[in-house]
């Protein structure tokens, strides 16, 4: 299994920038891609960008396009979220996650591995 560990979060206010870290150990290699979730309370847990392991291959919710960025470093078994323009309605617990699905993992479901997850909080 891999374990996730999330840093990063914080405060930051309206138009500001904050990039998340989400370190990776175990069996990494078992994994296809990686993503980044967030979840406001009272909220669904909702995709936010994905990464494929073997390539470059990025991809994200509309609602983030833009204006976040995902990016790994396989050596490192690291991947990151730069965050910028960010507005309070960004304001959520992030997870990163891993995924041996074979294609473009959007879903909850599709996501075996979880970190515990970093708050990100924007003020206006």
């Known amino acids: 299994q891999v374990q996730l560990v999330e840093s990063g979060g914080g405060l930051v206010q309206a138009g500001g920038s904050l990039r998340l870290s989400c370190a990776a150990s175990?069996?990494?290699?078992?994994?296809?891609?990686a993503g980044w979730f967030r979840q406001a309370p009272g909220k669904e847990r909702e995709f936010v960008a994905g990464?494929?392991?073997?390539?470059?291959?990025?991809y994200y919710a509309d609602s983030v396009k833009g204006r976040f960025t995902i990016s790994r470093d396989n050596a490192k078994n690291t991947v990151y979220l730069q965050m910028n323009s960010l507005n309070p309605e960004d304001t959520a617990v992030y997870y990163c996650?891993?995924?041996?699905?074979?294609?473009?993992?959007?879903?909850?479901?599709?996501?075996?591995?979880w970190g515990q997850g970093t708050q990100v909080t924007v003020s206006s």
């Open positions: 175990g069996r990494t290699f078992s994994s296809y891609a």
């Open positions: 996650a891993a995924s041996d699905f074979l294609g473009s993992p959007r879903q909850v479901r599709d996501f075996s591995s």
């Open positions: 990464i494929w392991r073997s390539v470059d291959n990025t």
